[in-house]
């Protein structure tokens, strides 16, 4: 989606406030609708029969009608699409969604004209009731537009995302396959040696945010002062998350270009990221420690990179299996887990070759190594039995 940044005028901004409340709240009627239904009874409404009980939600209720019924009905069929989703297997369940966190909603049926340019960088878009409302032209709008999405964040800035699907990057052609280690403290190891890291904030924004979080434990929940700091912390969060975005769509953009193959590891970053805290009854161990690594991991941009780089080569990444590659010499093949000496640091015990930890990492995956408990591959008989002096280029 081409994304863009609203300037409402304050009463737009009332509109489409308003807008983001009746969308969200069709779809929790919806939700609730589905929660209510069980399996043997009879089914439950769809699309259109939700569609034909929305109208006379509308003809009974003067404040629903005030509304737009496109924003309401697309509210609904959103929640058809997800439902869909989830009933396939590859989303979770449609649930409630929250005032302050879901702001947002959808329009289709662009006509020609209902999106123009003013300036250099201003354009303007049509949104039912609320009339034309100006967005920063920050890059081209594709000229195919059918739909966009309004949504507000956290931080109170206003975006508009365009429904086009961009053409995907051509590979270079030179035949090269790169590796991706993701990691913590170097977010992302190529197999060619560079190492990136995803930024985040400076140390003083850091304090700063640290500061504001003991403040807002402080305040009274409901006050005027409680949520002028909440918003702070949110704009610090987005600067944060702003950053990391762009960091991943410019190196995703990078190797795309680059490379022909991507491969990345198969990793479960949500089951990573889980609390472990546990239950009442069988309390977990280390939950302070394992909460900061899960803020780390998500901090990296683990998932982001992959998204984008499945996103802009699309039949160019492979997931390899990441069990035991860090522990693999990328030169001999041997797996000893006595090889990595430290986080940054890797030396064979076997053969004696030393490399960055990661950057060994990122070989194997490029390789397509990916080796069992016993230190095979899975195919081949294990190598830490019999090592092959295999140095691949990559």
């Known amino acids: 989606m081409s994304r863009y940044r609203l300037v409402p005028s304050p009463a737009q901004e009332a509109m489409l406030r ?32 939700q569609c034909r009980q929305l109208t006379a939600a509308r003809a009974e209720h003067p404040w629903l009608a005030a509304g737009s019924q496109v924003v309401q009905q697309q509210a609904l069929r959103d929640f058809a699409q997800a439902l869909a989703n989830y009933l396939h297997g590859t989303h979770d369940r449609p649930s409630w969604r929250k005032a302050g966190r879901d702001e947002g909603f959808r329009v289709v049926a662009v006509r020609p004209g209902q999106v123009r340019r003013l300036s250099r960088r201003v354009g303007e878009v049509r949104v039912p009731k609320a009339g034309w409302v100006r967005f920063r032209w920050s890059r081209a709008v594709p000229p195919e537009v059918k739909s966009y999405r309004v949504t507000l964040d956290r931080a109170g800035r206003w975006h508009i995302a365009f429904a086009v699907i961009p053409a995907p990057i051509a590979g270079p052609g030179n035949g090269q396959t790169v590796g991706i280690d993701r990691g913590v403290v170097v977010s992302a190891a190529l197999s060619t040696g560079e190492m990136l890291t995803a930024p985040g904030l400076s140390a003083r924004r ?12 402080r305040a009274k929940r409901g006050s005027n002062r409680r949520a002028g700091v909440k918003l702070t912390v949110a704009r610090l ?65 683990w998932g982001l990179l992959a998204r984008r780089l499945e996103d802009k080569a699309p039949g160019r990444v492979e997931k390899i299996r990441p069990a035991f590659t ?34 060994n990492a990122a070989r194997n995956i490029a390789a397509g190594h990916a080796v069992i408990a016993r230190g095979g591959d899975g195919v081949a008989r294990p190598v830490n039995r019999e090592p092959q002096l295999l140095l691949q280029s990559v």
């Open 326 to 359: 860090s522990q693999r010499c990328s030169a001999c093949g041997h797996v000893d887990a006595e090889s990595r000496e430290s986080q940054a640091r890797f030396v064979c015990t076997a053969c004696g070759f030393a490399d960055h930890a990661d950057v």
């Open 18 to 49: 308003e807008h983001c409340g009746h969308a969200r709240y069709v779809w929790n009627l919806a939700v609730e609708q589905h929660r209510h239904w069980r399996p043997g009874r009879t089914s439950a409404p769809g699309y259109l029969e």
């Open 237 to 301: 969060r987005a600067r944060e998350a702003d950053a990391r975005k762009d960091w991943a769509e410019k190196a995703s953009t990078d190797i795309a270009r680059r490379f022909d193959m991507i491969r990345v590891e198969d990793l479960r970053i949500r089951n990573m990221t889980r609390s472990a805290k546990g239950t009442a009854g069988a309390p977990g161990q280390k939950v302070r420690q394992k909460a900061g690594l899960n803020r780390e991991i998500l901090r990296s941009g």
């Open 206 to 217: 850091n304090k700063r945010l640290r500061r504001l979080q003991r403040s807002l434990a």
